[in-house]
């Protein structure tokens, strides 16, 4: 029998196979190219410095406001009023390695999100709450979606299915490789090539 | 002008592509550059997608094993070291690395009050056994006072090597730690503590092939597929999601 498809088993060559891997290959394709952008530019401007298109650092915005005795009941009193004060969108929460204290009072809420962030800091003998905005650019935030910071959870359950998504394209891909493309063997060099490169770095101990 | 009948040929069958490339040519250059850069890069998009999946749960959890680290002491020529970079090709010698280490040459650390020693011996005594002493006590509690020091460091994503040499001392501390096969993909995933090698060229390869494989395949979408309306949609859908994280506020 002649393998249209050199690396798909025999078996497996059935015009509805085939029409199926084409179509789940071109729906996961097109679900994931947006992402795929999206990923290989942020990887780009990480690995080269922002193609220096991000020399400009943004400044922060301070504000302060004042705050009510009512609203130092709780942490969660104080996340709440800060949250009204500053007109954050997220609820806030602590910042990372960070434990509020009651006594002696010292309160911090994060407001976070792939772009800006809001730190709000209330200690014992402060006259007023500081907030401190930190404005990111669209470039930084382009590459923290990338990393998944500050990114809310449904960023991350669309990066999952982007991942799987990947590893389905790169599977029905390789089935899907047919005569029509090339050679057979120019294709399993290739594709043991880059196996055997990877595998020299995963192998590489100091 | 190409001939109408080629292009509305070419936009039947790939409603996506756009009209200057939607030629019979042009569909099978597109096709087979997708095909040839796909299986380029398919175990590059499985090792990515598998650590990218891991690093977007890091904050939560962590997959394998932390690197197990190891701390022994070697004997130190009795010429001593001139310069880290001496120290570096000893360590080389002696165990065989293959990365380009990191070299530093460390002041003499200060030491806390309190402690046992007397004061006004360290700074006196500047002749190399004298100075070999707090050494050996470096090794056991890295906060006590001891002399100037050269290191040299090396990294790898199997694992990490450094050695220690207290100006003066008979020995080397050699730390030495290797990680696990989930650490190693995270780390290439990252490429911390790759530089110099190639790693950095193939990750910038794989998102230009990335790139392309994106945009390519949006023009390869055909009617077999599916209707180009829906697919379109689902394009437009996913940039609109995209793009209100990026908007969106904290």
């Known amino acids: 029998m002649v393998k249209a498809h050199p690396f798909m088993p025999g078996s497996w060559q059935t015009p509805t196979f085939?029409?199926?891997?084409?179509?789940?290959?071109?729906?996961?394709?097109?679900?994931?190219?947006?992402?795929?952008?999206?990923?290989?530019?942020?990887?780009?401007?990480?690995?080269?410095?922002?193609?220096?298109?991000?020399?400009?650092?943004?400044?922060?915005?301070?504000?302060?406001?004042?705050?009510?005795n009512s609203a130092l009941a709780s942490y969660d009193d104080f996340r709440a009023y800060a949250r009204e004060q500053v007109g954050a969108r997220r609820s806030g929460g602590p910042p990372r390695n960070f434990t509020p204290s009651d006594d002696p009072l010292d309160y911090r809420v994060r407001f976070n999100s792939p772009g800006d962030a809001i730190d709000v800091q209330f200690q014992a003998g402060d006259e007023v709450?500081?907030?401190?905005?930190?404005?990111?650019s669209f470039i930084d935030t382009l590459n923290r979606l990338h990393r998944a910071e500050g990114g809310p959870l449904g960023w991350r359950i669309l990066s999952d299915a982007y991942t799987g998504a990947?590893?389905?394209l790169a599977l029905t891909g390789v089935?899907?490789?047919?005569?029509?493309?090339?050679?057979?063997?120019?294709?399993?060099?290739?594709?043991?090539?880059?196996?055997?490169?990877?595998?020299?770095?995963?192998t590489l101990t100091p | 002008m190409m001939s109408s009948g080629q292009e509305k040929r070419g936009l039947a069958s790939h409603p996506l592509m756009p009209s200057p490339i939607a030629t019979p040519v042009g569909v099978r250059w597109v096709k087979k550059t997708h095909a040839w850069t796909g299986i380029v890069t398919a175990v590059l998009a499985l090792t990515f997608a598998w650590s990218g999946f891991m690093l977007n749960h890091r904050t939560h959890f962590t997959l394998g094993l932390p690197a197990q680290t190891t701390q022994f002491t070697i004997p130190a020529p009795v010429t001593g070291f001139a310069s880290p970079q001496e120290l570096a090709d000893f360590l080389d010698a002696e165990f065989g690395l293959r990365t380009n280490p990191t070299l530093a040459s460390r002041e003499a650390t200060t030491q806390p009050a309190g402690m046992g020693m007397g004061m006004g011996q360290a700074p006196a005594s500047t002749s190399p056994a004298a100075a070999g002493v707090p050494s050996a006590a470096a090794g056991?509690?890295?906060?006590?006072?001891?002399?100037?020091s050269f290191s040299a460091s090396w990294q790898a994503p199997g694992g990490d090597f450094s050695g220690e040499w207290v100006l003066g001392s008979s020995e080397i501390?050699?730390?030495q730690s290797e990680r696990g096969f989930n650490r190693i993909v995270n780390r290439l995933h990252s490429g911390r503590g790759l530089e110099g090698g190639g790693w950095h060229f193939i990750i910038s390869a794989y998102a230009v092939m990335l790139l392309f494989l994106s945009l390519s395949?949006?023009?390869?979408?055909?009617?077999?597929?599916?209707?180009?309306?829906?697919?379109?949609?689902l394009l437009g859908a996913s940039l609109v999601l995209i793009g209100a994280w990026i908007v969106i506020g904290p």
């Open chain 2, 217 to 233: 395949g949006v023009m390869l979408w055909s009617r077999v597929s599916g209707p180009a309306r829906v697919g379109g949609g």
């Open chain 1, 18 to 68: 085939l029409k199926w891997l084409r179509r789940t290959h071109a729906w996961m394709g097109l679900g994931g190219a947006v992402a795929g952008v999206l990923f290989s530019i942020t990887t780009l401007f990480m690995e080269h410095d922002d193609f220096g298109l991000n020399d400009e650092a943004v400044p922060n915005t301070v504000m302060e406001f004042a705050v009510p």
């Open chain 2, 173 to 175: 501390a050699v730390t």
């Open chain 1, 175 to 202: 089935l899907m490789w047919s005569r029509l493309h090339g050679h057979r063997l120019l294709g399993i060099g290739l594709f043991s090539g880059m196996f055997v490169f990877a595998l020299y770095f995963m």
């Open chain 1, 129 to 136: 709450a500081q907030a401190v905005r930190t404005n990111r």
């Open chain 2, 140 to 148: 056991s509690s890295p906060s006590a006072a001891r002399g100037p």
């Open chain 1, 166 to 168: 990947l590893v389905v």
